[in-house]
């Protein structure tokens, strides 16, 4: 349980990785079955796709491996954090997480929800302009705001 006014805990913060890949048939699960192999699991996975190539944001168990593994296969990616918050209750706890982060005049990048989190929790995925001073806000208001260790199962 969150109380508010608490200090965020430390942890490790949520890390996405965007990857770049021709847009064709089979190349998405081409990704997802070269992650199993290394035993890392997609815990959230966004795609945005054009005509040629298909850029797929990923939240993965393992991130450190994930990156050894794209280095070393030579597949193109960025990375960046993102605050990811855990609700009980979807519908008010979203509205008022999005509310928290205006009054503290935060700008969302963008956002997406994650699979399904082992304790019930639904999740949600931002990448903010301002992570860090984002996740403190959002955590003292009492919203449960989860690190990678959290997410790895």
Same mark, same amino acid.
């Given at each position: 349980m969150v109380v508010k006014g608490e200090i965020l805990p430390p942890g490790e913060p949520v890390?996405?990785?965007s990857?770049?890949?021709?847009?064709r048939a089979g190349a998405l699960v081409s990704l997802t079955n070269l992650l199993k192999r290394s035993h890392i699991e997609v815990l959230g996975l966004s795609v945005q796709d054009s005509r040629d190539a298909?850029?797929?944001?990923?939240?993965?168990?393992?991130?450190?491996?994930?990156?050894?593994?794209?280095?070393?296969?030579?597949?193109p990616h960025t990375v960046c954090e993102l605050v990811v918050v855990g609700f009980r209750e979807v519908g008010?706890?979203?509205?008022?997480? !999005?509310?928290?982060?205006r009054c503290a005049e935060v700008n969302i #990048? %963008? *956002?997406?929800?994650? @699979?399904?989190?082992?304790?019930? !929790?639904?999740l949600m995925a931002f990448h903010l302009d301002d992570? #860090? %001073? *984002?996740?403190?806000? @959002?955590?003292?208001?009492g919203f449960r705001v989860l690190?990678?260790?959290?997410?790895s199962r």
């Open positions: 890390r996405q990785f990857v770049l890949f021709a847009n298909t850029i797929a944001r990923l939240v993965l168990s393992d991130p450190d491996t994930a990156e050894a593994l794209f280095i070393e296969k030579g597949i008010e706890e979203l509205i008022k997480c !999005l509310d928290t982060l #990048d %963008f *956002a997406y929800g994650l @699979l399904p989190h082992p304790r019930g !929790l639904t992570g #860090d %001073f *984002a996740a403190n806000v @959002l955590h003292s208001a690190n990678q260790q959290e997410l």
